[in-house]
Structures are given as structure tokens and as C-alpha cells.
């Protein structure tokens, strides 16, 4: 009698141990905004929906590693304990009304557990309903396209940096020409809608990915609670270039972003549309028509 709730006590010490190490091993491994190389954990949070995503992920890997581990010491037990020669002449047991309530009610548990605080960051990731901005995303074949309608209407398009033109400390497939430019501790509504196929607007330290979709506007938001730039790729499949079209956010303090914003106002200033526009004249090529 003992000597069986030893070996159980060390049984639960095992588990326990197994699954802080996976913890620690998992959550413990990168502290960046963009993925590296051999990374195994999330990169780390820059906003409260991260947060609350990184720890329902904590949570899940406790439940998992216990379960996995609980359910391999079953099959080992059973295989050694009841195995032919061990036990050549098996029980004819059928039916054990405790067992049976038990492992009914137990994963019943187990997926309340995970359901409550799931449905809540569910509809905490859903919307901001006091937004302070908002930021229009674009998903185009093979590029983004931004416009800061708070701050004049301005819009700008956001092209991969190739590899010829990597300026040095600059990230090979991740760099942009045009960043998004947003304030920290702002709540950020992002609308989000496509021009041509599907994309979804990805960016992991934030914690967002969301469709990109022809004909909808789809909605989701940000808070950024700390400076620096945060990148992410496209990742919905669409078309040849998927992979070359990433996401580099570069949220700055509030007065820099002002800054910016008018820097921004004259860089990306739309061209006059009132009766300079030329019209093509019977005798121009197409290219002189322009
Ligand atoms: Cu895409």
C-alpha cells in the first residue's frame, strides 16, 4: 500500500517537473519582433492582446504535457503489467461505474478550463471600443498599402526591400521601404480589406492576424505598449509572391508620431487632380499618354 502511493507521488512529481521544463524551455526562448533562427517559443509581447495570447498558450501547454504524459505512463503500465506472460489469464472485467464518471467528467472539466478564459480573449481580441485612430490596411498582389484617415487621409505603399538592396542591419525579407508608423499606448482601430485575392495581415508580437479580404472590411485593433519595430508577413496564401510581401511596424512615442505625421503629409501628398491633368492627344503612344 506504501509502496503504491510512492510510486504514484513520483509518478506526479515527474509530470509536474516535464511540464515546467516545457514552459521554461518554450516561453523562455526568444525575446524578439521578428522570428530567428532555431526559435522555439512566441516572440515576445508588445501588446495586451499578445499577452493574453501568450498566456492561454502557457496554459495549454501545462494541460497538454500532463495529459500526453498521463496517457504514456497509461499505455507503459498496462503493456508491462498486463502483458501475456505477466498475466495469462485476463480479467473478464467490463464495466467499473467510478472509472467511467470519472473519465467523463474530468476532460468535461478540463474543457471548461480552457473554454472560459479562450471565449474571453476571443472577444477582447475582437475589437477596441474606444479607439483614439484608425489605421486602413490594403493587401494587394504582392505589396500592402496604409492610410491614416485621422490624420488627413494620406495613404502610402509598403514594398519589400530585395535582396540587392539591403542596406546593412536591414532584415533580408522582412525590411520595407515604407514602415507603419503607429503611436505606443494608443488604441489602434486597424480596417482591413483587399484588392484583389485573399492575404491576412499577420504581425506576431502583436498578437493580430486577420483576412484580408476582397469586398469586406474586416476589423481588428492594436495597443503597442512599447517603441520598436515589429515584423510579419502576409500568411494566406496568395499567389507567387506571398512570401515577399512582410509587414515591418514601427511604433514610436506619441510626439514622434506627430512628427511624422507631418513629414508624412508631404512625403505621401496626392497630386492634384483639378484641371492639370493632361489629355491624351490622337498622335501620343501609349507611354507619352501617361
Ligand atoms: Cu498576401
Given amino acids: 500500500m506504501v509502496k503504491g502511493s510512492l510510486k504514484r507521488a513520483a509518478v506526479l512529481a515527474v509530470f509536474g517537473l516535464a511540464a515546467f521544463a516545457a514552459i521554461a524551455l518554450l516561453a523562455g526562448g526568444a525575446e524578439a519582433s521578428f522570428p530567428q533562427p532555431w526559435q522555439l517559443g512566441m516572440q515576445q509581447s508588445a501588446s495586451p492582446v499578445k499577452e493574453n495570447i501568450a498566456w492561454l498558450h502557457n496554459l495549454l501547454l501545462v494541460i497538454i504535457t500532463v495529459i500526453t504524459i498521463f496517457v504514456l ?28 464518471i470519472v473519465w467523463t467528467v474530468v476532460p468535461t472539466l478540463i474543457l471548461v ?32 498599402s496604409y492610410e491614416y484617415p485621422d490624420q488627413g487621409g494620406f495613404k502610402f505603399e509598403s514594398y519589400m526591400i530585395q ?19 503607429l503611436p505606443v ?34 476589423e481588428t485593433w492594436v495597443r503597442i505598449n512599447k517603441p520598436g519595430v515589429y515584423y510579419g508577413q502576409c500568411n494566406q496564401i496568395c499567389g507567387i509572391n506571398h512570401a515577399y510581401m ?23 501628398a496626392v497630386a492634384p487632380q483639378d484641371g492639370n491633368v493632361r489629355v491624351a492627344a490622337a498622335g501620343d503612344t501609349p507611354a507619352a499618354a501617361k
Fill in 163 to 181: 535582396d540587392g538592396d539591403l542596406k546593412p542591419g536591414q532584415k533580408r525579407l522582412l525590411e520595407v521601404d515604407n514602415r507603419v508608423v
Fill in 73 to 100: 505512463a497509461l499505455l507503459i503500465y498496462v503493456m508491462v503489467r498486463f502483458r501475456a506472460s505477466a498475466n495469462p489469464k485476463p480479467t473478464r472485467t467490463t464495466h467499473n461505474t467510478l472509472i467511467e
Fill in 246 to 268: 512582410p509587414i515591418a511596424v514601427e511604433a514610436v512615442s506619441k510626439a514622434d508620431f506627430e512628427r511624422w505625421v507631418a513629414e508624412a503629409k508631404r512625403k505621401f
Fill in 113 to 144: 478550463v480552457i473554454a472560459v478564459p479562450s471565449f474571453k480573449l476571443l472577444y477582447f481580441m475582437d475589437r477596441t471600443f474606444d479607439a483614439e485612430m484608425t489605421l486602413k490596411v490594403n493587401g494587394h498582389q504582392w505589396y500592402w
Fill in 185 to 218: 499606448d494608443t488604441n489602434v482601430r486597424v480596417l482591413l480589406a483587399g484588392t484583389d485575392v485573399m492575404h491576412s495581415w499577420m504581425v506576431s508580437a502583436l498578437g493580430v492576424q486577420t483576412y484580408v479580404v476582397p469586398g469586406r472590411v474586416n
